[in-house]
Nanobody, 124 residues
């Protein structure tokens, strides 16, 4: 099983960035896909998740600015990030789980597989 995250980079505040996570070795359409991030010196935190029916959930800190989506034909999940701030800086990880419990989507322990992370730096 592989999850390959990409699309990170250096952007200025208020700019946008789209992350991608392409998977292999799993039946992608059956999995809940999540994005987490880890800022320097902080714990990894939940950002967003999307389930098989394309219902999504977001952390309060990104609600209204980030959009998660999936393309089952490409085995890929995306994270569109708008109006970025320096507080969004961190390594972004994608993750996959077959857990069906909506209330667990924000829990790191619910995820079975993790990608290697892609660095997003928001700075002027």
């Amino acid at each position: 099983v592989q999850l390959q995250a990409s699309g990170g980079g250096l952007v200025q505040p208020a700019e946008s960035l789209t992350l991608s996570c392409t998977t292999s070795g799993i039946t992608f359409s059956r999995y809940v896909m999540g994005w987490f991030r880890q800022a320097p010196g902080k714990e990894r935190e939940f950002v967003a998740a999307i389930n098989r029916g394309r219902a999504s959930v977001y952390a309060d800190s990104v609600k209204g600015r980030f959009t998660i989506s999936r393309d089952n034909a490409k085995n890929t999940v995306y994270l569109q990030m708008n109006t970025l701030t320096p507080e969004d800086t961190g390594v972004y990880y994608c993750a996959a789980t077959q857990t069906a419990i909506y209330s667990s989507y924000a829990s790191r322990s619910a995820y079975d597989y993790w990608g290697q992370g892609t660095l997003v730096t928001v700075s002027s």
